[in-house]
Structure formats: C-alpha cells, structure tokens
C-alpha cells in the first residue's frame, strides 16, 4: 500500500464545472495536508494546506480533511482552462523532528473549454 | 523577488563528473527540504537540512550524495561520480514552520 494514494487520472472536467480531487494516506498519525499545483516542466506551487477535520476554503478553493477516514479532498469551483495540471497531495507525518512531505503521484486534471 | 532560488536551472554533466546544486531558501525561512522528481514519478524527498544541522537524511542514497547547509551562503546538493539514472529534477523548498514553498528546481542530466 502506498503512502499516499492519489487517482492518476486524468480527469476531465467542462469549464465552469466542479472539480474534485481525492487523496488518501496509510500513516493515522499524520498532521498536516497540503495540495500543491504542478503544471508541466514547472515546480510545485502550494494551494491550501489543512491541518484539522473539516472544510477550509481559499476563493475557488476548498480542502476537505477527514482523518477518521484518512482522506482529504480539494474542490476547484468554477474550473478554468489555466487549472488544467497535476495536482500533488502531500503528507506531513508530523511528531518528531522532520517536516518531511509523503507526495503522492498526482492527479492530472484536464479542464476543456 | 522573495522566492526559494536554485541554481543552475539546467546542468549537464558526464557520467562520472560531480554535480553541485545550489539553493536560496525564502527571507525568514530556516528549514531546507531537497526533493528529486524522476520522469513520469512523484516527488521523493531527500534531506531536511536547518542551519550547520543535517535533521533528517532518510531519503538520501547512501553512497555519492550528501547535502549541507552552512551558516552563511545557500545549501548545497552535492553528487559525486554522476550516473545516468541521477538524472532528474531535483528541487529545493523552504518554510517557516510547516508549508514548504519550491524553487524552480536544477533539471540534471547526465550523458
């Protein structure tokens, strides 16, 4: 089992549509969520980050965190060509001394006009 | 512009020579994280380097690579004896506490 398990894609969503993307990790002792953008030949750019159950929201933005259930979602309202990329989830095990991020292998999100 | 700086952006080297990355963290960050991406992978970390200290090296090959970060100046990636499959895009990230922010990462390759 992977540490972090994320649908590979890609996922095709109409422009204007909701768009869902879900992860789920292995380690219950895990504290801290982040979704990072990656668009092709480029670096991963941080999007939200959610460290407690529950919704967090940042414009068309909102993480989901459901540690009973292990899992953590992001929703993009209102998608546009432009957030047509990968989507990196990442965990942070937390307790001890390392921030060390568990990637998973991303989800390729393709947004048609 | 206030952002996590690497360089070189692009570096060739032959099999066997030594590659050096280097890498800025952000203004106010004390925590350096290096990631490698592998074609078609995810990103795996490698080291977890805070001023003069080697925290967590976990991700790190055993042989031919080590990391520092020194009091003053940026940190550096070093590879020893360079291989084809080192080749790859490594990326540097910096933080604060916990949210960890990228460079624009060293695409190496090795012929």
């Known amino acids: 089992q992977k540490e972090v398990e994320q649908n590979s894609g890609p996922l095709s969503v109409p422009e204007g549509a909701i768009a869902s993307l879900n992860c789920t990790y292995s380690d219950r002792g895990s504290q801290s969520f982040f979704w990072y953008r990656q668009y092709s030949g480029k670096s991963p750019e941080l999007i939200m980050s959610i460290y407690s159950n529950g919704d967090k929201e940042d414009g068309r933005f909102t993480a989901q965190l459901n540690k009973a259930s292990q899992y953590v979602s992001l929703l993009i309202r209102d998608s546009q060509p432009s957030d047509s990329a990968t989507y990196l989830c990442?965990?942070?095990?937390?307790?001890?001394?390392?921030?060390?991020?568990?990637f998973g292998t991303g989800t390729l999100l393709a947004v048609q006009p | 512009n206030a952002g996590v700086m690497q360089n070189p952006r692009h570096l060739v080297r032959r099999r066997g020579q030594e590659a050096r990355l280097r890498c800025s963290p952000m203004?106010?960050?004390?925590?350096v994280y290096w990631y490698r991406q592998l074609p078609e992978e995810g990103l795996k970390f490698m080291v977890y380097l805070q001023k003069e200290n080697i925290i967590d090296e976990s991700g790190m090959p055993k042989e031919r690579f080590s990391a520092e970060f020194p009091k003053e100046g940026p940190s550096i990636l070093r590879i020893q004896q360079v291989v084809r499959g080192d080749s790859a895009a490594y990326f540097c990230a910096s933080s604060r506490e916990y949210e960890q922010y990228f460079g624009p990462g060293t695409r190496l390759t090795v012929t």
């Open positions: 203004k106010g960050h004390s925590h």
């Open positions: 990442a965990v942070n095990r937390g307790g001890g001394a390392t921030n060390k991020l568990i």
